[in-house]
């Protein structure tokens, strides 16, 4: 599985001009559980977010998304998946680019294809891959405070 992905990044030269920084195959890719691969396009640290200087953070270490923080990443989810149920301290909008995908949460299972949205809220899910080819799906996390019940902290995990 490869993620085949073109990255463009801009920024500003010394005297403030606009310009192109990165123009770029994506080559950072990881592969944290069978079936399943990832490329972290860029991210950020704090709010709000600063566009000053240039400091490339496509290769910092990051688990799903930066408490206080953004990321944004592409995410191929190929044929048989292995299984990942988790929650997020983010907010979490996913763009189905190919293929699809069944999302399944405590209550109920929905399928995504291209061109579909996801707005998912700190919300327990899982990915699957039921189809015959993978799923490639844009996601950008931003942080979030962890969702409460009643008073009760509902923990990220997974």
Request: hydrophobic content about 40%; glycine content about 10%; charged content about 20%.
């Amino acid at each position: 599985m490869t993620i085949n992905i073109r990255r463009v990044v801009t920024g500003h030269d010394e005297q403030g001009r606009a310009k192109i920084m990165i123009d770029e195959m994506v080559t950072n890719s990881f592969s944290p559980r069978a079936n399943a691969e990832f490329s972290v396009i860029w991210s950020s640290e704090g709010f709000p977010i600063s566009n000053d200087g240039f400091e490339d953070p496509s290769n910092k270490p990051i688990g799903t998304f930066i408490n206080g923080g953004s990321v944004f990443r592409i995410v191929s989810f190929g044929v048989g998946v292995a299984p990942r149920n988790h929650r997020t301290d983010s907010l979490d909008y996913g763009v189905v680019m190919s293929g699809e995908i069944d999302m399944v949460m405590d209550i109920g299972t929905v399928r995504l294809k291209a061109g579909d949205v996801l707005v998912q809220r700190g919300t327990v899910h899982d990915w699957v891959n039921n189809g015959t080819e993978p799923c490639i799906i844009a996601f950008s996390l931003i942080s979030a405070k962890p969702v409460e019940i009643d008073g009760k902290p509902l923990p990220a995990h997974g």
